[in-house]
C-alpha cells in the first residue's frame, strides 16, 4: 500500500511547514487556501503541487484520503466535520475545537467511520520532550516538585481571542503528557489586554496535576508582546530539575543539582535529533496504514480543550481591560 495522499488546508505561517514536510514525505496532492497569493507561493516551492481555494472540490476527491486542517481555531470544527463526513482521515492544528462538545463530537463522528482523527499537539513528538519524559518515569530527578512553562513572544497576527488559546495548547499538552496525567485541574488565571484591543495578550495559569496519591503544582505564562522569544519548561524534583530550552539550538535539555557541598552540576542527557513536525507527520500517515489511534488523538485534545474552556469563563467573567481577569477557586 501507498503513502496515504494529503490536502493540506490553509498554507499560512505554520500551514507552510506541514505542506513542506508532507511534500518531503512525498504524500503532498493538493493545498487549499482562500488567498492567492500563498497558492502561488506553494507552486513556486512545490513544483508540481496542485492548489485551489475550493475546499468542497477536494473533499469530493477520492485520491485524497486525508486532510490536514491548519487553519484560525475558530474553523477547526466546521472543517474537521465536513471532513470526517466525508470519509477522510483527519488532521487538526492545536486546539481540536473551542468547544468541549464540538471536541467530543470529532471524536464520536472518527470512532464511528474508523478514521484516524490526530491533533497537532507538536511537543509530544519531540525528541527532547520523550526524553525528558523518561527521566521523570525512571525516578532520576527524584519526586516532583512542581512543573512551569513559559512560552513567549512577539506577535502582531493575533487571531485568537486570547493569547492562552493560541500558545497554552502546547503547554498543557506537554506537562500532562510528561506528567502522565490527562485530567489537570485550573486552579487560578489572569490575563492582561495590554493594547486595549479587546484580545488577553499577557496571561498565567495556574494548575494541579494528580499523580496517584499525590497532586503536582504547575504553571503556565504565555505571552504575545515578548520582543525575546522564550520557549522553556522547568521540572523541579527533589533530586534534580531538569529546564528544557527549545530556543537553544543545542543541549536543549539540562539537568541541574546540587552536591553535598554545593556545588551546582549540569548534565545535558542525549536524545536523538530529528525535527518534530517530520515525526508527527510521520506519526499521522503511519497511523493510517495501520489503522492506530495517534499518540495526540481526540481524547488528549478533549481534555486540553476542557481546560481552556474553563479558562475562557474565568477570563470572561471580567472586562477584558488591562490589569483586568485574575480568578481563583
Known sequence: MGL?????IGCGNW???????????????????????RLDYVQK?????????????ILADTNVSAIVIATPSDTHFQLAEKA?????????EKPLARDVKHAE???????ERNLVLMVGHLLLYHPAVNCLKDLIASGELGDLLFVRSDRMNFNNSRRDWSVLWDLAPHDISMMSYLLDCESPEVTRVGGWDTLGDGLVDVAY??????????????????????????????????????????TQQED??????????GTMVVEYPYYPTGEPLQLECEHFLQCILRGERPRTDANNAYHVVRVLSDVEKRLSARPRRVNAAATSR
Request: proline share 4%; hydrophobic share 40%; aromatic share 4%.
Open 4 to 8: 496515504p495522499r494529503v490536502a493540506v
Open 15 to 37: 500551514g507552510k511547514n506541514l505542506v513542506r514536510n508532507f511534500a518531503h514525505l512525498g504524500a503532498l496532492s493538493i493545498v487549499c487556501d482562500a488567498d492567492q497569493k
Open 45 to 57: 516551492e512545490h513544483k508540481g503541487t496542485s492548489v485551489t481555494s475550493d475546499y468542497d472540490s
Open 84 to 92: 470526517l463526513m466525508a470519509g477522510k482521515h483527519v488532521y487538526v
Open 105 to 111: 463530537k470529532l471524536d464520536e463522528l472518527a470512532t
Open 205 to 246: 495559569l495556574d494548575l494541579t496535576f494528580p499523580m496517584g496519591d499525590r497532586i503536582i503544582p504547575g504553571q503556565v505564562r504565555n505571552s504575545w508582546i515578548d520582543p525575546q522569544k522564550l520557549v522553556r519548561c522547568t521540572v523541579n524534583g527533589t533530586k534534580k530539575t531538569a529546564v528544557l530550552n527549545d
Open 252 to 261: 536543549k535539555l539540562a539537568l541541574h543539582s546540587v552536591t553535598e557541598k
